[in-house]
């Protein structure tokens, strides 16, 4: 285990979305090129299947609150309550270490 | 927030495959099925386009080393970095809050 390693943050984003999609991948676009802007912003990574999973992670607890009381956030989070989504859960989590491989 | 909340768990496994998905989606869904089989797994979700992201969730950090070192894991694991995955990043989290929406 490194000793060297700093930790972050995760936020957990896992949703069902509703038929009504109009509009939803604008908007997904949009919130994920304003997420990059914030402060203490690292970086995010997204799928979608039956389920939609997006983590993005950050540099402290501070920053994530920030981004998630955003003027432009919380018109986004009230479309998604309103027309996109079905189920959503949100996870925060301290991330405490990892590993890659690359070929 | 609720004082209620105990912390567990979760494992980000964020991939990239190569052009050799063969026997990929088999292996898959045969590791998904032991690891609810696992004592301490609580849950797991998965979605994939360009990016493969899989998140487990776990009662301690003692059932992830356990699940890691399982030996069927194991050699899923070889075969994985052997055959499929160009990149692999595994995060080890602490769930510390969290909260949903339902509609």
Redesign the interface.
């Known amino acids: 285990m490194k000793t060297d390693f700093t930790p972050y943050y995760?936020v957990?984003f896992?949703s069902i979305q509703?038929e009504d999609t109009e509009g939803y991948a604008e908007m997904a676009e949009q919130m994920e090129n304003l997420a990059k802007d914030q402060t203490g912003f690292i970086s995010i990574?997204?799928?979608?299947?039956?389920?939609?999973?997006t983590?993005s992670y950050w540099e402290s607890l501070e920053a994530i609150q920030q981004w998630k009381q955003h003027t432009d956030h919380l018109v986004a989070q009230q479309k998604g309550?309103k027309n996109w989504?079905?189920?959503?859960?949100?996870?925060?989590?301290?991330?405490?270490?990892?590993?890659?491989?690359?070929?």
């Open positions: 995760a957990i896992t509703t990574d997204s799928a979608r299947n039956a389920i939609g999973i983590v309550i989504y079905a189920y959503y859960n949100v996870k925060i989590c301290k991330v405490e270490r990892e590993y890659s491989f690359e070929k």
